[in-house]
């Protein structure tokens, strides 16, 4: 084997090794503090619990045309919500890192800075799955009837990943420049803007006047009507879904990958 070619596999097993511990830290920290995962979980309990229970009649309105009961059809939203979620508090984290002192000796310690961001993924991916599968069984046990297969329930989890993953990427970035908890308004805010601006009470097509419009041109849209047709047995926005999903991971990567760069710089 060439030099080049070791030297390249041994900096991916130092960046893996890295991108590993900071994720065991990370998720350790959070699962030890009862609070963070008190509300981690609170929030999408909450809009399920509110969403499927007072909205319900919804359901029987004409041209509410999805072929699942009304707590399917909220539980494809807020699963992605419980990783949105999932990925802001992670953002949280890093921010935190900073206050405590602990960001600046990761960069001085670690060479590739891809494996910081790596590892903030990889607690994030973590605490999105609990989170959707707490929420999971919350809908089961209140009466969610999905059609799906395993496969496709595979698939609903892959977008649990990706929205935690973008989410995580754009928190990321800003703890990365401001390295304070304190520009927590500028994580949460724009993710949960964007979460409500898709069709998170009816379908798409009884939504009217800016909302509709909001709703058509907002790419999360397809991630959540793709959630939606997995849970009942179809793969209707799945492909368009996925595409979409991948070139915000580009674009969110990019974005937190030059705030690291722009911190190691200065560390």
């Known amino acids: 084997m060439s030099a080049p070619l070791q030297d390249l596999r041994a900096r991916a097993a130092r960046a893996a090794l890295v991108a590993f511990a900071l994720g065991r830290r990370g998720t350790k920290a959070w699962i030890t503090s009862p609070p963070f995962v008190v509300i981690t979980l609170l929030f999408p309990l ?49 921010a935190r890192d900073f206050e405590l002192g602990f960001a600046p000796r990761i960069f001085l310690a670690v060479p590739d800075r891809s494996a910081v961001l790596a590892g903030y993924l990889l607690v994030a991916t973590i605490r999105s799955l609990i989170a959707a599968g707490v929420v999971t069984l919350a809908a089961l046990a209140g009466g969610m009837a999905p059609r799906c297969d395993a496969g496709q329930a595979l698939l609903v989890a892959v977008l649990v990943v990706l929205v935690a993953v973008m989410a995580t990427c754009w928190t990321t970035g800003i703890a990365m420049r401001l390295r304070t908890t304190r520009a927590g308004p500028l994580m949460h805010t724009p993710v949960l803007i964007a979460m409500f601006l898709t069709p998170v009470y009816v379908p798409l097509a009884l939504l009217d006047g800016w909302l509709r419009a909001a709703a058509s041109w907002n790419p999360l849209t397809q991630l959540v009507e793709a959630s939606r047709a997995l849970l009942v047995g179809t793969n209707t926005h799945l492909h368009e879904s996925l595409a979409i999903a991948g070139l915000l991971v580009v674009l969110f990567g990019a974005w937190a990958l030059r705030g690291i760069a722009t911190t190691a710089r200065g560390v």
């Open 46 to 94: 909450i809009f399920l619990a509110a969403f499927a229970g007072a909205l319900s009649p919804l359901a029987h309105d004409r041209g509410f045309d999805y072929p699942g009961d009304y707590t399917t059809f909220i539980y494809g939203f807020v699963v992605l919500q419980a990783a949105a979620f999932g990925g802001v508090f992670t953002g949280y984290s890093a």
